[in-house]
């Protein structure tokens, strides 16, 4: 069974809690069956809102998602279930804000399996539920306790397994690991990877932590106030980027070459960063780029391919 996953997005998000705030704007880019696409940025950049309207949990307001031949954003409330639900799947930063204090985990567990009228028996749907924990690495046995009862690592396992819960194809982590301690997001880290592997799952990996990004992605796209500045290949982009905005991003990481860790100079950007409701014209990025030229502050760069493979919105490749 063949499926492909385009999400050409044109978006012009508005983001409801604010109002007015262009959380996503015109971003635009595909993910590959079974790829990880990483999405950085700093907090407010947009990263979550995208992730979110990905899944419908936002509407855009404007813009197409595009997902296994469907337009998401053009599913009627009934058809979202079958299309969307099932095969796209969220994981939370904070598996406590997301998991119901007073149900147990075997209730947790079983809801989407109704919902969704998926297997027949309450004795299947045990056993489908028992094979999901044993797959994330909890024991069976722990089906009968809440919430509070695990560790913070063991609950973020049980957001994956809610996640896994309905076979989905496309995983979206937000921020799925960065309340963790280090040696608990790399057990994670590395189960997502395990199930990416068994499940041929795609992921959309949004984080602020570079070097998580760096090690779980195949590809990687750096937001800035709603944009995406550059999308490329994780090779190039943390050995070579080409935006400013990515490049000074990056400078705050040490570079890791043959012979140990190099550290690149740091770009300090000037001034703060401008409110997103009230984004700058031109390059929303004019105002603190070490390299604005007087086009910048008018002329809006095109998000466009500058190298194969490597997608880049900036003056300074047209
Ligand atoms: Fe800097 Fe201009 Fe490129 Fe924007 S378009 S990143 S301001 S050089
Ligand atoms: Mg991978």
């Known amino acids: 069974q063949k499926l492909k996953m385009h999400f050409p997005i044109k978006t012009g998000i508005l983001q409801r809690t604010t109002g007015s705030v262009k959380a996503v704007d015109d971003v635009s880019f595909t993910v590959k069956k079974g790829e990880t696409l990483g999405i950085v940025g700093e907090s407010g950049c947009g990263k979550s809102t995208l992730g979110r309207a990905l899944i419908r949990l ?10 296994g031949g469907n337009d998401v954003t053009k599913l009627k409330e009934r058809d979202l279930g079958p299309v969307l639900r099932r095969n796209m799947q969220m994981v939370f930063q904070d598996p406590n804000a997301s998991l119901n204090p007073r149900k147990s985990l075997g209730s947790i567990l079983m809801e989407p399996l109704r919902v969704h009228g998926i297997l027949n028996s309450r004795e299947e749907r045990m056993d489908h539920i028992a094979e999901i924990l044993q797959t994330v690495g909890l024991h069976p046995t722990v089906i009968n306790n809440y919430p509070h009862e695990f560790s913070g690592g063991q609950r973020q396992r049980i957001g994956i397994a809610r996640a896994l819960i309905l076979n989905p194809e496309l995983i979206i982590a937000d921020e799925a690991v960065s309340a963790l301690d280090v040696s608990i997001q790399a057990q994670i880290v ?13 992921y ?3 984080s602020h932590d570079l070097s998580v990004v760096r090690h779980i992605s195949d590809r990687v796209g750096v937001m800035y106030l709603g944009k995406l500045m550059e999308l490329s290949d994780k090779e190039s982009l943390y050995d070579e980027p080409l935006h400013p905005y990515t490049q000074s991003l990056l400078s705050a990481v040490p570079v890791i070459r043959k012979g140990g860790a190099v550290k690149r100079d740091r770009i300090i950007l000037k001034g703060d960063l401008p409110s997103p409701a009230n984004p700058p014209g031109g390059c929303v990025f004019h105002t603190r780029c070490p390299y604005a030229m007087p086009q910048c502050g008018s002329e809006e760069p095109v998000f466009r391919e500058v190298v194969p493979g490597r997608h880049v919105a900036c003056h300074l490749f047209n």
């Open 204 to 206: 959309i990996f949004i």
């Open 190 to 202: 590395n189960l997502l990877e395990d199930l990416q592997e068994k499940f041929n799952l795609t």
């Open 58 to 67: 936002y509407e855009p307001t404007d813009g197409k998602i595009l997902f």
